[in-house]
């Protein structure tokens, strides 16, 4: 992790921090950091403020930390906050998508949207993993690891319809919407010359979205786009398309 993140409620009255023995954060700051008392390390608040936390005492019982939120409120810049990238993707084995949560959250987007599809399985809707503190773990593992305090938010769906009938009601006017496919060309200028300050991605499951359901994402607004090289593995074909997303953003800034 580059950033220990601490919960709000984790704070005392006078923005100290106290963890026990057995605390992963306790096992990272001793054993990879290796700090001793009166080191800063780089710290936030989940869904709160960048800071630097002051280890004060390490003992056989803990750790304490004294948190000093930054001067300048990190919600306005990218490093804390989220990115204006929403992704829609098809359900994929619990332990692939343990990865692409954590790494779509250490990229910062705001939002991932998980629909069951034709060619999911439907026990993936059910896994271990969607119970809430489970969950909660793995974003806040990968903000930690991207440096952000911010967590995406999280939807869970039976069917790609139901999906796209939320993503419908967020639209905005200055949304562009992405499919990936390969053989696609790549940032058509009907992508990139549009005014763009938010982009929403659709990636398919571990087999791809069936022809009806690429049909429908057009339907709802979303043009192909095209990632270099060969077939890529779902989280893989997720982190190029952020990328890809971010590309459309800058492009018109």
Same mark, same amino acid.
């Given at each position: 992790m580059n950033t220990i993140l601490f919960e709000q409620h984790e704070l005392d009255s006078e923005s100290r921090i106290r963890l026990s023995v057995g605390d992963k954060r306790v096992d990272h700051v001793r054993n990879v950091l290796r700090a001793v008392p009166g080191d800063r390390l780089s710290a936030?608040?989940?869904?709160?403020?960048?800071?630097?936390?002051?280890?004060?005492?390490?003992?056989?019982?803990?750790?304490?930390?004294?948190?000093?939120?930054s001067a300048i409120d990190p919600s306005v810049g990218e490093? +804390?906050?989220?990115?204006?990238? %929403?992704?829609?993707? @098809?359900?994929? /084995?619990?332990?692939?998508?343990? *990865?692409?949560?954590?790494?779509?959250?250490?990229?910062?987007?705001?939002?991932?949207?998980?629909?069951?599809?034709?060619?999911?399985?439907?026990?993936?809707?059910?896994?271990?993993?969607?119970?809430?503190?489970?969950?909660? +773990?793995?974003?806040?593992?990968? %903000?930690?690891?991207? @440096?952000?305090? /911010?967590?995406?938010?999280?939807? *869970?769906?039976?069917?790609?319809?139901?999906?796209l009938g939320n993503a419908e009601r967020s639209r905005r006017e200055d949304e562009v919407r992405i499919v990936l496919s390969f053989g696609s060309p790549s940032l058509p200028d009907a992508v990139t010359e549009r005014s763009c300050a938010r982009v929403v991605l659709a990636v398919g499951p571990e087999r791809g979205f069936i022809e009806r359901e690429t049909a429908l994402l057009g339907e709802h607004g979303f043009v192909a786009v095209g990632v270099p090289g060969g077939t890529l593995r779902t989280e893989s074909a997720a982190i190029a398309g952020v990328a890809v997303a971010r590309s459309v953003i800058r492009a018109n800034d």
């Amino acid at each position: 992790m580059n950033t220990i993140l601490f919960e709000q409620h984790e704070l005392d009255s006078e923005s100290r921090i106290r963890l026990s023995v057995g605390d992963k954060r306790v096992d990272h700051v001793r054993n990879v950091l290796r700090a001793v008392p009166g080191d800063r390390l780089s710290a936030g608040i989940v869904d709160g403020e960048l800071g630097v936390a002051e280890l004060e005492n390490d003992s056989s019982d803990g750790m304490v930390f004294a948190f000093t939120p930054s001067a300048i409120d990190p919600s306005v810049g990218e490093s +804390a906050g989220a990115v204006p990238v %929403a992704v829609l993707l @098809g359900s994929v /084995r619990p332990i692939v998508l343990r *990865r692409l949560l954590r790494d779509l959250t250490s990229f910062g987007v705001d939002e991932i949207l998980v629909a069951r599809t034709e060619l999911s399985e439907r026990s993936y809707y059910h896994a271990k993993l969607w119970e809430a503190a489970r969950l909660r +773990a793995v974003l806040i593992e990968g %903000a930690a690891q991207g @440096g952000r305090t /911010r967590l995406p938010r999280i939807g *869970r769906y039976d069917s790609l319809p139901q999906a796209l009938g939320n993503a419908e009601r967020s639209r905005r006017e200055d949304e562009v919407r992405i499919v990936l496919s390969f053989g696609s060309p790549s940032l058509p200028d009907a992508v990139t010359e549009r005014s763009c300050a938010r982009v929403v991605l659709a990636v398919g499951p571990e087999r791809g979205f069936i022809e009806r359901e690429t049909a429908l994402l057009g339907e709802h607004g979303f043009v192909a786009v095209g990632v270099p090289g060969g077939t890529l593995r779902t989280e893989s074909a997720a982190i190029a398309g952020v990328a890809v997303a971010r590309s459309v953003i800058r492009a018109n800034d």
